[in-house]
């Protein structure tokens, strides 16, 4: 049963949202005018105060949406937007004025994804519509490196979590990849769904454990040693599965994100794994993730503009 729900309001359709690593109270939402399909955007860093309320703590207008946001992983108060243009935002929410720190150009079409590398620290990565997985410093305005192969959008690119240099990504083209930044090659193709896949995720736990959602409305567990036949398929969502992630405090817990308007838990160890489905959204679900300081509380995002943060164990949240 979901229980406490905290909700935040957003002046736009939302497309990501993501928890701080550092201060367990703030959260970035990625938004975009008009659904995302024209218009400006907005990146927001949200609060939950003690009182139970989420409001803005900070907001940088964009010309183009944001489709995606990552905290960074050395400095508490800055984070990387990825825009509509194919631009990436480096924003620092103590500066006086509203311009970003840092923008890096090279992405030819929309960059859909963004996330920090967890093991170094010092870099992150991008995928793009233009079909490549790019990986940057915060340093510079050029990309360290550009992975090619992929035949369609890439929807999302993530580095694993037990690896300094390998990145996962997922396409239109049905695919997953994996990608060894020491070659900047491709080493592992898993011809992932029949259908676009926007979703991937690695396990926290298992370094050899990937998550995959797709437009067809299943998600799909995978053992990147046997590539050929996936290790499980969930069903349960009506339509495509836009996120998932897997818990940072469970092992065989991952959560879903789906325009079908739900957000459900899985329990992989489970005969039946469905454990949860919420409802609370009236539009596509385009964001969700868990917080790294307080086990089960889970946040979600929506077109519908509307931020909901809550506790999946039962009782209040337990912050420090």
């Not at 090279?106 to 519509?129: I, K, M, P, Y």
């Not at 998932?244 to 469970?250: D, R």
């Not at 092992?251 to 409802?279: C, E, F, G, I, N």
Request: proline content about 4%; some cysteine.
């Amino acid at each position: 049963m979901f229980v406490q729900p905290r909700q935040g309001v957003a002046n736009f359709s939302c497309y990501a949202v993501e928890f701080s690593p550092f201060n367990e109270h703030w959260v970035a939402v990625g938004t975009a005018q008009y659904f995302g399909i024209i218009g400006n955007g907005q990146q927001i860093v949200m609060e939950l105060h003690a009182n139970g309320d989420l409001t803005p703590l900070r907001a940088f207008d964009t010309q183009d949406g944001v489709y995606d946001v990552a905290w960074s992983e050395t400095h508490a108060n800055q984070l990387v937007s990825a825009c509509a243009n194919g631009h990436l935002k480096l924003w620092d929410i103590t500066t006086v004025d509203s311009f970003p720190i840092q923008t890096f150009a090279e992405h030819a079409l929309e960059a859909s994804s963004v996330n920090w590398n967890l093991t170094d620290r010092q870099t992150f990565c991008s995928g793009s519509w233009d079909t490549t997985v790019k990986v940057w410093t915060p340093q510079r305005t050029a990309s360290l490196l550009t992975l090619t192969g992929h035949t369609g959008p890439v929807y999302n690119a993530v580095w694993s979590v037990h690896s300094n240099t390998l990145v996962g990504s997922c396409s239109g083209d049905g695919s997953v990849r994996i990608w060894d930044l020491a070659s900047g090659a491709s080493v592992c193709r898993i011809a992932a769904h029949a259908t676009e896949v926007l979703a991937l995720d690695w396990s926290k736990y298992d370094a050899n454990q990937l998550v995959t959602g797709a437009v067809d409305g299943s998600i799909k567990i995978w053992d990147i040693r046997n590539p050929a036949m996936e290790v499980r398929v969930l069903r349960g969502h009506q339509y495509a599965v836009r996120r998932v992630k897997c818990s940072p405090y469970e092992p065989d817990v991952v959560a879903s994100a789906s325009y079908d308007m739900s957000v459900r838990l899985w329990d992989l160890k489970s005969l039946h794994p469905q454990t949860q489905a919420a409802t609370h959204h009236s539009e596509f679900v385009m964001g969700i993730d868990f917080n790294l300081f307080v086990p089960g509380l889970l946040v979600s995002c929506s077109w519908d503009r509307r931020i909901v943060m809550w506790q999946t164990h039962g009782g209040p949240p337990r912050f420090r």
